[in-house]
């Protein structure tokens, strides 16, 4: 049985222009697909694609949706959370802005074991947020910080020990690394990646940036004003583009991660990059034959190690 059984899912809302009247903007055209368990899907496109309302859709957070959704054979519905306790179980979200999604007056201990609280009942052990907090690499010290004493990346890992606590089937994840520096970015995503391949779950993830898709997913949805315009497995489809809208996605891609993950899913792609310094500032001295970046500049000159230094 599917994970997600979605069949001719439509979604509209009143169109916003002066003198518009009753007319309505279509968000989602007629979409069907099915999603396996344990499969790991980005969803890509454009921004105004329709890619983060389909993501609302499958939280069952868009009431004005029309068509069917099954979740494990279970028509999903929009509602309260007792009415939907069940599926928030299973599944859970980990958002684009983990420090705006983070109660500033709790501890981390206390964000962590919250979906525990409001969806089980139970009163856990503080031992099973550290074991949430060490799968995600942090340790007991973070347990009773505040989210203003965090940094973006920490605190995207705290969302995702929040969103694992509960040993989710899948994780519906909005652009997870887009607000993080290219580093951490690298960090998160192979954190991600570990554990759905460790506990088994399922990945749904939005994002505009295919090369970000290529780290994570084996499978990639492409969509283009609410339509859903290619959907194949990430070799194939980085290989031999069917759609001008992917084509256009893969050329905005950095084109060494692009080539990397055209051979197929890797779990090395994020940390196979060539070195880059390992993210040390050059020395002073070293900087004396360029700019900042000169001794590591493929694309450095004579010329350019004639300049005196700057600063």
Request: aromatic letters at 4%; glycine letters at 8%; one cysteine or more.
């Amino acid at each position: 049985m599917s994970l997600y059984t979605v069949e001719s899912l439509r979604l509209a809302y009143p169109a916003r222009r002066l003198f518009a009247g009753h007319a309505v903007q279509q968000v989602l055209r007629d979409l069907s697909f099915t999603i396996a368990a344990g499969e790991t899907v980005g969803l890509v496109g454009a921004s105004g694609s329709g890619k983060s309302s389909l993501l609302r859709c499958l939280l069952a957070l868009e009431p004005r949706a029309q068509g069917c959704i099954r979740f494990q054979g279970r028509r999903l519905r929009a509602g309260s959370v007792r009415a939907l306790g069940w599926y928030r179980r299973a599944v859970q979200y980990v958002p684009q802005d983990p420090v705006a999604s983070l109660e500033p007056r709790m501890s981390v201990a206390q964000i962590v074991m919250e979906p525990l609280r409001r969806l089980t009942g139970e009163t856990a052990p503080l031992a099973r947020a550290t074991e949430a907090l060490e799968s995600v690499g942090l340790d007991h010290r973070y347990l009773a910080r505040r989210p203003h004493e965090l940094s973006g990346g920490q605190a995207q890992r705290v969302a995702i020990a929040r969103a694992i606590v509960l040993r989710p089937q899948v994780l519906l994840a909005d652009e997870p690394v887009s607000g993080l520096d290219m580093t951490i970015r690298a960090q998160v995503a192979a954190l991600l990646r570990g554990l759905c391949a460790e506990q088994g779950m399922g990945l749904v993830m939005v994002s505009h940036d295919l090369s970000v898709v290529a780290t994570l997913c084996r499978r990639v949805m492409v969509m283009e004003a609410g339509a859903l315009v290619e959907d194949r497995p990430l070799a194939a489809l980085l290989a031999a583009p069917h759609h001008p809208q992917t084509r256009r996605l893969l050329n905005a891609a950095p084109p060494m991660i692009a080539a990397a993950s055209s051979q197929g899913f890797s779990n090395e792609t994020a940390e196979q990059s060539p070195d880059r310094g390992a993210g040390t500032c050059p020395s002073r001295a070293a900087r004396a034959g360029g700019g900042p970046a000169h001794p590591y500049c493929a694309s450095a000159t004579a010329a350019l190690g004639a300049e005196p230094p700057v600063g």
